[in-house]
C-alpha cells in the first residue's frame, strides 16, 4: 500500500450547511426562545429578545408569546433580503502617499 493512497481522506471533513428548513416538518408555533435559536440555526443569529420588536402576529397562551413558524421564515427571509451586500477588504486612501522601502 502507498502512503499517498489516504490522501483524499486525510482531508479534514467539513461541517455541512443547514438545509433549508421544511415549514411542514417544523412545530407551527414556536416561543420567543425556541424561534430565536431556530432562526440562529437556519438564517441568522438573533436574541429572544430581539424578536419582541419584530414586526410579527403573536399569541400569548399561558403566558408564552408564540409565533406562527410560517411568519418567522417569512420575516427572515425578508430581512435577509432587503440587508445591503458590503464589500470588504481594505481600502486604498489617494490621499496618503505610498511608502518608499529605500
Same mark, same amino acid.
Given at each position: 500500500?502507498? #502512503?499517498?493512497?489516504?490522501v483524499?481522506?486525510?482531508? #479534514? @471533513?467539513?461541517? #455541512?450547511?443547514?438545509? *433549508?428548513?421544511?415549514?411542514?416538518?417544523?412545530?407551527?408555533?414556536?416561543?420567543?426562545?425556541?424561534?430565536?435559536?431556530?432562526? $440562529?440555526? +437556519?438564517?441568522?443569529?438573533? @436574541? +429572544?429578545?430581539?424578536?419582541?420588536?419584530?414586526?410579527?402576529?403573536?399569541? +400569548?397562551?399561558?403566558?408564552?408569546?408564540?409565533?406562527?413558524t410560517?411568519?418567522?421564515?417569512?420575516?427572515? *427571509?425578508?430581512?435577509?433580503?432587503? /440587508?445591503?451586500?458590503?464589500?470588504?477588504?481594505?481600502?486604498?486612501?489617494? /490621499? $496618503? #502617499?505610498?511608502r518608499?522601502?529605500?
Amino acid at each position: 500500500m502507498n #502512503p499517498t493512497d489516504n490522501v483524499a481522506s486525510a482531508a #479534514p @471533513s467539513r461541517t #455541512p450547511a443547514p438545509q *433549508e428548513p421544511d415549514p411542514a416538518a417544523l412545530p407551527a408555533l414556536l416561543d420567543r426562545r425556541r424561534a430565536a435559536a431556530f432562526l $440562529t440555526r +437556519h438564517y441568522f443569529p438573533v @436574541s +429572544h429578545r430581539s424578536l419582541e420588536a419584530w414586526p410579527l402576529p403573536l399569541r +400569548h397562551v399561558n403566558g408564552r408569546a408564540l409565533y406562527q413558524t410560517t411568519d418567522l421564515i417569512a420575516e427572515a *427571509e425578508r430581512r435577509i433580503a432587503a /440587508a445591503p451586500v458590503l464589500m470588504g477588504g481594505r481600502r486604498k486612501n489617494a /490621499a $496618503t #502617499p505610498a511608502r518608499d522601502s529605500t
